[in-house]
Antibody, heavy 120, light 114 residues
């Protein structure tokens, strides 16, 4: 069974940093690209970042480019999102999701999400 | 960037009836090299993560009931829910995954029971 479990969310002050982690199991992690998608309270879904299976390519939404870094450790079956210079508008539930394949960036399996709150 | 526009914002449908959600992209999502449309549909119930229903515009994900039908090509797509059930109450999103990113979502359509 495919499982994705996010961790690392919490309350952080504006300008602060946070690192999200996503531990996966039930599939060959190194064969799939991965996505981070977020959802602000009461709002719709927003694609945040994606990473190729071998980390060769990374992609970011304009709203987070230069502040967030997506990475992965295929030996540890883990995905990460380093978030710096956080803003109030980054407050959201952050979902880790498996891409449909290496080049197909729809999300076929999702974690339960971790809440990030940016507030003073 | 490709903009995804869903309509309506919400709809109320009687049990057993049909619900149709539209999704329009600002650019074609059809890639002629592989004859595929880079469009997915998701269902999100309250307090839950999204669930993939449809990809390649019309391919149903494993385990998704056949009353969910994806259609369309190019810039105009639709998700049809036949024989609406109580458990189908949710918000539905379309998303394009045509490169290059950003792989944007539509704003969502809330489906309720009339």
């Amino acid at each position: 069974e495919v499982q994705l479990v996010e961790s690392g969310g919490g309350l952080v002050k504006p300008g602060g940093s946070l690192r999200l982690s996503c531990a996966v199991s039930g599939f060959t992690f190194s064969s799939y690209s991965m996505n981070w998608v977020r959802q602000a309270p009461g709002k719709g879904l927003e694609w945040v970042a994606s990473i190729f299976s071998s980390s060769t390519y990374t992609y970011y939404a304009e709203s987070v480019k230069g502040r967030f870094t997506i990475s992965r450790d295929n030996a540890k079956d883990s995905l990460y999102l380093q978030m710096n210079s956080l803003r109030a508008e980054d407050t959201a539930v952050y979902y880790c999701a498996r891409a449909g394949g290496n080049w197909e960036y729809f999300s076929d399996h999702w974690g339960q999400g971790t809440l990030v709150t940016v507030s003073s | 960037d490709i903009v995804m526009t869903q309509s309506p914002d919400s709809l109320a449908v009687s049990l057993g009836e049909r619900a149709t959600i539209n999704c329009k992209s600002s650019q074609s999502l059809f890639y002629s090299a592989n004859n595929k449309n880079y469009l997915a549909w998701y269902q999100q119930k309250p307090g839950q993560p999204p669930k993939l229903l449809i990809y390649w515009a019309s391919t149903r994900e494993s385990g998704v009931p056949d009353r969910f039908i994806g259609s369309g090509s190019g810039t105009d797509f639709a998700l049809t829910i036949n024989n609406l059930q109580a458990e189908d109450v949710a918000v539905y999103y379309c998303q394009h995954y045509y490169s290059p990113p950003p792989w944007t979502f539509g704003e969502g359509t809330e489906v309720e029971i009339k």
